[in-house]
């Protein structure tokens, strides 16, 4: 049970409306009246431990030990944003109120929207992806030269601002270590945290961040999380990662040093990943360019011809300016195969988009070639009105398979 709208907090901040809840608290949009401001408000409030009484106040129902130990989780969090991080692209804490029992983060309010709500890989274009991810990786930077790891960095814990600015959220999974202190709470998401995270939860390796930011841009371009590290570990030394560089319709749109830069990050062995710096230093360089040599009209042409379906679609400008609520996309075609297998067969939606697009050139050429010898008047166009079936079979052929790409799933 929230609180009821209108409560207020230290006689200073009154709450607005709920944003969200989850088992550790309860998210509130609020007003600062003495700044004259929105803020957001996190509120203690661990619903497998405590209840509300009618009066708002937080009553304990479970393991006093217990609920003194999230509650001192959740003021290290609070403490770690306020004092500890300044960063354009960091939610700001402004401070705790204890009340009520319980405690009460004050921080930035964020008019903005999860980077979750933009995971459309046809949407994303290696300028739109640079212009989060530099932000984004300058952030983790900074979070380790102060020692700090967010450790569960994902699509719903960036938000988006309106000017395209993305900002780190959800620092309740954080680790701060200090000379002997160290302070850690949180859950791993699947897919998302590193192999030294699940071998050890009190890690705080850099490298984990690096992980799970790489997770997150290989979300962004497959639609999908990647496998589970445990789940790439099954086989002793052989990992079942399929290297983003060895998909042809992401490097026709993406440069490989790019796409490389993230197969490094997602790299099971965290000495061989690279760091967060040397990520940044290789976007910041701007050299980087799609793969293909070629002149743009061909390339649109050889991409439109033997692109996946997937990737013929249109991507938006930078970044999409207004998501929608949408079914979740589908993955891209056979994201995770053993990397041996990758040249052993053609996928069969590749096969149908090539047929179907071969009918409809030859249906067409064929169509031309007789109305051209037709309004020309030359003895042969009585020979080519012959092959009307064969191109009129030709174009209905093209449609059936564009009508099987179009209702059947081929994402196996």
Not at 366 to 392: C, E, M, Q
Request: hydrophobic share 40%; net charge neutral.
């Amino acid at each position: 049970m929230a609180l009821a709208t209108g409560t207020f907090l230290n006689n200073r901040y009154s709450i607005e409306r709920t944003l969200g809840s989850g088992g550790f608290g309860v998210t509130y949009i609020g007003w600062d009246s003495h700044e004259g401001c929105r803020v957001a408000i996190k509120e203690n409030f661990p619903s497998f431990l405590v209840q509300r009484d009618s009066a708002g106040r937080v009553v304990l129902s479970g393991d006093i030990r217990s609920y003194r130990c999230v509650l001192r989780h959740f003021i290290t969090e609070a403490e770690l944003l306020s004092n500890k991080l300044h960063h354009p692209n960091i939610v700001r804490g402004y401070g705790i109120v204890q009340c009520n029992n319980t405690a009460y983060f004050i921080m930035e309010y964020i008019d903005g929207t999860p980077l979750a709500n933009y995971r459309r890989p046809s949407e994303w274009t290696e300028s739109s992806l640079r212009r989060i991810l530099i932000p984004l990786l300058d952030a983790v930077c900074y979070m380790q030269s102060r020692n700090i790891s967010h450790r569960d960095i994902k699509p719903a814990n960036i938000m988006i601002r309106p000017n395209g600015e993305p900002v780190l959220i959800d620092f309740g999974a954080a680790k701060y270590e200090q000379s002997t202190a160290s302070y850690t709470i949180g859950f791993m998401t699947t897919g998302y945290s590193a192999p030294e995270q699940i071998a050890d939860y009190d890690c705080l390796l850099p490298s984990i961040d690096v992980y799970a930011l790489a997770a997150t841009c290989y979300c962004l371009l497959t639609g999908a999380a990647p496998e589970p590290a445990p789940n790439r570990m099954l086989s002793p030394g052989y990992d079942t990662y399929a290297p983003l560089t060895s998909y042809s319709h992401l490097t026709n749109s993406f440069s490989r040093e790019f796409l490389g830069c993230i197969d490094s990050a997602l790299q099971l062995d965290y000495q061989s990943r690279l760091t967060a710096q040397q990520w940044l230093s290789t976007l910041r360089s701007g050299n980087s360019q799609p793969s293909s040599a070629a002149p743009s009209w061909f390339r649109k042409l050889f991409d439109w011809f033997s692109a996946s379906p997937a990737a013929a679609a249109a991507p938006a400008p930078q970044l999409p300016s207004a998501p929608r609520p949408a079914p979740a996309p589908k993955p891209m075609p056979r994201p995770y195969q053993p990397a041996g297998s990758l040249d052993d067969e053609i996928p069969l939606s590749d096969i149908l988009l090539w047929v179907g697009r071969f009918c409809y050139i030859a249906g067409g050429t064929l169509f031309v070639a007789i109305l051209f010898s037709l309004f020309s008047g030359t003895s042969a166009g009585s020979s080519l009105d012959s092959f009307f079936p064969l191109a009129l079979a030709c174009i209905i052929c093209g449609v059936i398979c564009s009508f099987i790409l179009r209702f059947f799933d081929f994402s196996d």
